[in-house]
């Protein structure tokens, strides 16, 4: 007879999510997981089957809780100024989802630039791809612009938005506010 869970594999991902946002995925052992998940190394491991399948879960929670800036994004009807909302956004929602600073994607995709570890790198290609398309639908409503400039500058906003995420870690918000202003001048 299988045993019955006594946690919500809901908030006990949220948390590791939070220990792996703070000290990325090589830095967080599984002791560490398990005294902040509240759950033992055998739990871990029947409902996730290893640290990894933990991390991966907190993948998909990190961008189901940041997907309401996406459709936002998506939805918006302003162009340039809806990817400049985007922006101001996304330096807010870490500090509303777990008081943290960057972006757990963004450090995932640091982390793991010399890695091969393909269950990684397709969740952060798809989110990478994703956000490039959501910047060139923005950036095709100027109709002044032509395809060769509408990528290069979805490329420069796609790296902006890395350098945005690794400021945001350590720069104050005026510095913060400046860059994501004078990134837009550009554009």
């Not at 902040?36 to 991390?55: D, L, T, W």
């Not at 950036?139 to 995420?165: F, R, V």
């Not at 350590?170 to 994501?180: A, L, R």
Request: glycine share 4%; net charge neutral; with cysteine.
């Amino acid at each position: 007879m299988a045993r019955t869970k006594k946690y919500n594999e809901q908030e006990v991902i949220e948390k590791a999510m939070t220990l792996f946002w703070k000290n990325g995925y090589e830095n967080t052992s599984v002791r560490m997981l398990e005294k902040e998940m509240g759950i033992n190394q055998f739990s871990i491991y029947a409902s996730f089957g290893s640290k990894h399948g933990v991390f991966l879960e907190s993948l998909k929670c990190y961008k189901a809780k940041n997907n309401n800036m996406f459709v936002k994004l998506k939805n918006g009807t302003n162009g340039v100024e809806d990817i400049k909302t985007f922006f101001y956004d996304s330096i807010n929602k870490p500090n509303e989802l777990a008081n943290q600073k960057g972006c757990l994607f963004t450090n995932t995709y640091n982390e793991f630039a010399d890695i091969e570890d393909q269950m990684i790198k397709s969740q952060m290609n798809e989110f990478m791809d994703n956000l490039k398309m959501l910047f060139i639908e923005k950036l095709a409503t100027d109709a002044s612009k032509d395809e060769e400039t509408i990528l290069k500058q979805a490329n420069y906003l796609l790296l902006a938005k890395h350098g945005l995420a690794a400021a945001t870690r350590v720069n104050d918000k005026k510095e913060i506010e400046d860059y994501i202003e004078f990134t837009f001048k550009n554009i």
